[in-house]
């Protein structure tokens, strides 16, 4: 147990919609990573928080945001789904340090019909 | 423009021998190197990494060795064990730069 969470699990929608999804970061932890794994690819980054303020964006579509709260949990809103939306989304944290140990959530399954 | 890149997309390799993972970079910026286990249905789990100012770095069973000049690194498992099945995640970062960047993976498949 990684010590992150992340709500729901599996989440099935319809093209069009908007989901938010869920992560609380590691105790102590004060950046939180949304990363999204698509079918057989590697990993890839979205966005980075640190303490509530965006550090870093990676590949990350317009129709998608986050944010991270004062409790220091995030949240990444999906809009506008598509089809190609289908993927696995992890959160990660860790202290917030450059190149530091990141620690994953078990993912959530998006599947968009 | 695939900055890490394993090209192997699977591996079989008996219990009780080496296995070995190798991951390419193009950034010669990377500074920093990572390597994350996956298991089915969980998130990546870090495994052990590398700075660029050493060649190797051991912890039991692990080693990472990094070969600069080649832009090459890569994890070794001895002796490889059936829990050891799992995809392998290389990934990398630059300087002061937060974001990692990682290869597709690799899936090691430990035959009894």
């Known amino acids: 147990d990684s010590g992150v969470t992340q709500t729901p699990k599996h989440l099935i929608t319809a093209t069009g919609q908007r989901v938010t999804l869920r992560c609380s970061p590691r105790?102590?932890?004060?950046?939180v990573y949304w990363y999204q794994q698509s079918l057989d690819q590697g990993l890839q980054f979205l966005i980075q928080y640190y303490n509530g303020e965006e550090r870093a964006k990676g590949n990350i579509l317009e129709r998608f945001s986050a944010q991270q709260f004062p409790d220091l949990h995030s949240e990444l809103n999906l809009s506008s789904l598509e089809l190609g939306d289908s993927a696995l989304y992890f959160c990660?944290?860790?202290?917030?340090?450059?190149?530091?140990?990141?620690?994953f959530g078990p993912g959530t399954r998006l599947t968009v019909l | 423009d695939q900055q890490v890149k394993q090209n192997s997309p699977s591996l079989s390799v008996q219990e009780g021998r080496i296995s070995i993972l190798n991951c390419d970079y193009t950034n010669s910026m990377f500074d920093y190197f990572l390597w994350y286990k996956k298991y089915p249905a969980e998130g990546p789990t870090f495994l052990i990494s590398?700075?660029?100012i050493k060649d190797k770095n051991e912890d039991g069973r692990f080693t990472v060795f990094l070969n600069k000049s080649a832009k090459h690194l890569s994890l070794h498992i001895v002796p490889s064990q059936p829990g050891d099945s799992a995809v392998y995640f290389c990934a990398a970062s630059a300087g002061s730069n937060y974001q990692l960047i990682w290869g597709a993976g690799t899936k090691l498949i430990i035959k009894p």
């Open positions: 590398i700075s660029s």
């Open positions: 105790s102590g932890d004060l950046s």
């Open positions: 990660a944290s860790s202290v917030g340090s450059p190149g530091d140990t990141q620690y």
